[in-house]
């Protein structure tokens, strides 16, 4: 299995790049998830915005972005819209995605905490990578979420 990593600011995605980021969330959050929202926000344009996305035999399968303080919590960096395509669901690229994102966290970031709002059944994925829950359950768009924080290791 052969994972293209790639790691862009927002002027930096070509065309295509875009158009398959917007296709996948869309796909999944709002269509298989039935979450009737608008996804494409201006926070995907903003300057400090680092997206990670990656292929899979030619084909779009992970993706994430990453946010600078002040854009989503005031203290803290976040990662968002986590996503890995259906066809790539069950062979570990969402573990990978979130080693990679905690990396990249680091480079462009470096000594910064992070916390994410996570999909309440997804607090042991998120726990095997170092978050811990720190709020009761909550609903985003009628979906239970739960805010967790990057412990330092």
Not at 42 to 65: P, Q, S
Not at 141 to 152: E, G, T
Request: negative net charge; aromatic residues 12%.
């Amino acid at each position: 299995m052969t994972i293209a990593w790639q790691v862009k600011r927002f002027k930096t995605l070509n065309i295509d790049e875009l158009y398959e980021i917007l296709k996948l969330r869309i796909d999944v959050f709002v269509v298989e998830q039935t979450c009737f929202y608008a996804d494409i926000d201006d926070i995907d344009r903003h300057d400090d915005t680092v997206h990670l996305f990656c292929y899979l035999e030619g084909k779009i399968a992970g993706y994430l972005r990453i946010l600078a303080k002040g854009q989503s919590y005031d203290d803290y960096i976040a990662i968002g819209r986590v996503i890995v395509a259906p066809h790539a669901r069950g062979t570990g690229l969402g573990h990978q995605l979130m080693t990679k994102a905690l990396s990249v966290c680091q480079q462009y970031f470096p000594d910064q905490q992070v916390k994410i709002s996570a999909q309440e059944h997804l607090e042991s994925f998120y726990g095997k990578h170092g978050f811990e829950r720190v709020s009761a359950m909550y609903l985003e768009d009628d979906i239970p979420h739960i805010a967790m924080l990057k412990v330092s290791e």
